[in-house]
């Protein structure tokens, strides 16, 4: 299985600051890396898709770049809406795995 | 508009069984994969099935292999996961997902989510 692991666990930040979440995989996945935004309550929503492909609808402040096993997520300028956990998914093979998530909290 | 409703959520006793729906609407469901991503309480998210488009292809996660079985009826546009089993560690809310293929890959990402619905095991 491959194993995705985040870092930092959490992170706290203020609104207009640049953040920057990585994610690394056990073993190259090349492009197949995803990321997702949980809000509380909330169901997840896909904002990166193949490590560095914005979604559809998803704020151009979100990008993330990376291939084989080290990916970042980079959070341009923070607004309030984004204080929320993030997670990457590797979808290479089966299982899919998800990192264990970072919580992203207002400073 | 796309739209994912789950249902079939609720509290059952360890070892007993259940089944959750997924009904979807806003996209030729026949045409893409479909999958069930859990979280349990105050914990991340957790793959736990997926079925294919035409449903000849199913995968599971080891920790529901044998016990869970997805399926889908592309007629009714709805999707399926039969829990039987269960134990205190499923307690989660299941979330039904759309893939999104990319590359060469059949998975992809997954673009839409229902809200999920509860399954408590408890005695």
């Known amino acids: 299985d491959i194993q995705m692991t985040q870092s930092p666990s959490s992170l706290s930040a203020s609104v207009g600051d640049r953040v920057t979440i990585t994610c690394r995989a056990s073993q190259s996945i090349t492009t197949y890396l995803n990321w997702y935004q949980v809000g509380p309550g909330k169901a997840p929503k896909l904002l990166i898709y193949a490590a560095s492909s914005l979604q559809s609808g998803v704020p151009s402040r979100f990008s993330g770049s990376g291939s084989g096993t080290d990916f970042t997520l980079t959070i341009s300028s923070l607004q309030p809406e984004d204080f929320a956990t993030y997670y990457c998914q590797q979808c290479s093979s089966t299982p899919i795995t998800f990192g264990q998530g970072t919580r992203l909290e207002i400073k | 508009e796309v739209q994912l409703l789950e249902s079939g959520g609720g509290l059952v006793q360890p070892g007993g069984s259940l089944r959750l729906s997924c009904a979807a609407s806003?996209?030729?469901?026949?045409?893409?994969?479909m999958n069930w991503v859990r979280q349990a309480p105050g914990k991340g998210l957790e793959w736990v099935s997926s079925?294919?488009?035409?449903?000849?292809?199913?995968y599971y996660a080891d920790s529901v292999k044998g016990r869970f079985t997805i399926s889908r009826d592309n007629s009714k546009n709805t999707l399926y996961l039969q829990m039987s089993s269960l134990r205190a560690d499923d307690t989660a809310v299941y979330y039904c997902?759309?893939?999104?293929?990319?590359?060469?890959?059949?998975?992809?990402?997954?673009?839409?989510w229902g809200q999920g619905t509860l399954v408590t095991v408890s005695s």
């Open positions: 997902a759309k893939s999104k293929p990319y590359g060469t890959g059949w998975y992809g990402a997954n673009d839409y």
């Open positions: 806003g996209f030729t469901f026949s045409s893409y994969a």
């Open positions: 079925i294919r488009n035409t449903g000849g292809g199913t």
